[in-house]
């Protein structure tokens, strides 16, 4: 009997030393898949790595492997750009394994998950999950800088400036810090841009009044001509022949010259409606080329004074054949 109970025994202990053999040996061979999983990640094949993660996974039973399977899948996902499966992934990591190492790292990466897909809100919400658990942690000046990121693409630039400094001030360290001057950078001509769009704005409207009140003139002085052109013409045959030809050659000779600079102002006006369209299309988008926007309204001011000194000729020439008629009388 007490053999028995020693062959029994014998043949307990060699089946379990026999499964750890075999536990041991397939934990090895994932591990190797693993090492060998993050190896196509490191090189660009996200693709090749997402399958063999995924095969990872599914078949671990150790913690640490099927935990580090998962957090490289999130990864994976999101160097695809497919932030739905990303955030899916380290969520389940979150819930199964809180107390393993790489928690803080999830979190952080839910944030920037969330911000690649817009989810600004949810980003919020992670990045203050991280900085709250891990005020002092590793990527504490990283999710400053994330959280900053949402601010700036909601147009809150004050806000985020802030944000920036404290990254470039109390982190110089991180991996953002540079990245935050240039965003400093940036802000600044964001509030040159507005100033700008003032400007361009105030502008247009300036040009708006001074070209309506050109054209206004300009009617006004067609008015007078043509009126005049009619009074001599009523008035012609209470004059002789000779008066008669030498005031039909003057009358001529300036309806010629009136006739240039009628075509000069219609050149002019064409000139001035395609730099009235450009300042109005740069008063409602900023293009981020203060000189060219410089360059118009100086372009616009010289063809709207050019305007007017034709517009003066056009009423000098008037008020010489008005006196030309009242001397023929």
Same mark, same amino acid.
């Given at each position: 009997?007490?053999?028995?109970?020693?062959?029994?025994?014998?043949?307990?202990?060699?089946?379990?030393?026999?499964?750890?053999?075999?536990?041991?040996?397939?934990?090895?061979?994932?591990?190797?898949?693993?090492?060998?999983?993050?190896?196509?990640?490191?090189?660009?094949?996200?693709?090749?790595?997402?399958?063999?993660?995924?095969?990872?996974?599914?078949?671990?039973?150790?913690?640490?492997?099927?935990?580090?399977?998962?957090?490289?899948?999130?990864?994976?996902?999101?160097?695809?750009?497919?932030?739905?499966?990303?955030?899916?992934?380290?969520?389940?990591?979150?819930?199964?394994?809180?107390?393993?190492?790489?928690?803080?790292?999830?979190?952080?990466?839910?944030?920037?998950?969330?911000?690649?897909?817009?989810?600004?809100?949810?980003?919020?919400?992670?990045?203050?999950?991280?900085?709250?658990?891990?005020?002092?942690?590793?990527?504490?000046?990283?999710?400053?800088?994330?959280?900053?990121?949402?601010?700036?693409?909601?147009?809150?630039?004050?806000?985020?400036?802030?944000?920036?400094?404290?990254?470039?001030?109390?982190?110089?360290?991180?991996?953002?810090?540079?990245?935050?001057?240039?965003?400093?950078?940036?802000?600044?001509?964001?509030?040159?841009?507005?100033?700008?769009?003032?400007?361009?704005?105030?502008?247009?409207?300036?040009?708006?009044?001074?070209?309506?009140?050109?054209?206004?003139?300009?009617?006004?002085?067609?008015?007078?001509?043509?009126?005049?052109?009619?009074?001599?013409?009523?008035?012609?045959?209470?004059?002789?022949?000779?008066?008669?030809?030498?005031?039909? *050659? +003057?009358? @001529? /000779? !300036?309806? $010629?010259?009136?006739?240039?600079?009628?075509?000069? %102002?219609? #050149?002019?006006?064409?000139? &001035?409606?395609?730099?009235?369209?450009?300042?109005?299309?740069?008063?409602?988008?900023?293009?981020?080329?203060?000189?060219?926007?410089? *360059? +118009?309204? @100086? /372009? !616009?001011? $010289?063809?709207?004074?050019?305007?007017?000194?034709? %517009?003066? #000729?056009?009423?000098?020439? &008037?008020?010489?054949?008005?006196?030309?008629?009242?001397?023929?009388?």
């Amino acid at each position: 009997m007490k053999r028995l109970w020693c062959l029994t025994l014998l043949l307990v202990v060699s089946t379990v030393l026999i499964s750890g053999q075999a536990f041991a040996q397939t934990g090895n061979a994932q591990i190797l898949q693993l090492k060998n999983a993050i190896e196509l990640f490191s090189t660009g094949r996200f693709s090749e790595a997402a399958l063999l993660l995924s095969d990872i996974y599914l078949a671990a039973q150790a913690v640490d492997i099927k935990s580090d399977a998962l957090y490289w899948l999130g990864l994976t996902q999101m160097a695809l750009e497919k932030y739905d499966e990303a955030l899916k992934y380290f969520e389940l990591y979150l819930s199964n394994y809180p107390g393993m190492y790489r928690i803080p790292e999830v979190i952080y990466q839910m944030g920037r998950c969330a911000y690649f897909k817009k989810d600004y809100e949810k980003a919020i919400q992670y990045l203050t999950m991280y900085l709250t658990r891990y005020p002092e942690g590793e990527f504490a000046g990283n999710s400053i800088f994330w959280y900053a990121e949402t601010l700036f693409d909601a147009g809150k630039y004050k806000e985020a400036e802030a944000l920036y400094n404290v990254v470039i001030t109390k982190y110089p360290s991180s991996t953002k810090a540079e990245a935050s001057k240039y965003k400093l950078i940036i802000i600044g001509l964001k509030y040159r841009e507005e100033e700008l769009l003032k400007l361009l704005r105030w502008s247009h409207e300036e040009a708006l009044k001074t070209i309506d009140e050109f054209q206004r003139r300009e009617k006004m002085y067609e008015q007078a001509i043509a009126a005049y052109q009619r009074q001599l013409t009523g008035q012609l045959p209470q004059t002789s022949s000779t008066s008669q030809s030498e005031l039909l *050659a +003057t009358i @001529t /000779n !300036l309806n $010629k010259q009136i006739e240039d600079l009628t075509k000069q %102002l219609a #050149l002019k006006d064409n000139e &001035l409606k395609t730099l009235q369209a450009r300042a109005q299309a740069q008063s409602t988008s900023v293009t981020g080329q203060p000189a060219a926007t410089s *360059a +118009t309204y @100086t /372009n !616009l001011a $010289k063809l709207l004074a050019l305007k007017e000194q034709v %517009l003066l #000729l056009m009423e000098f020439y &008037l008020q010489k054949m008005i006196e030309l008629q009242g001397a023929k009388k």
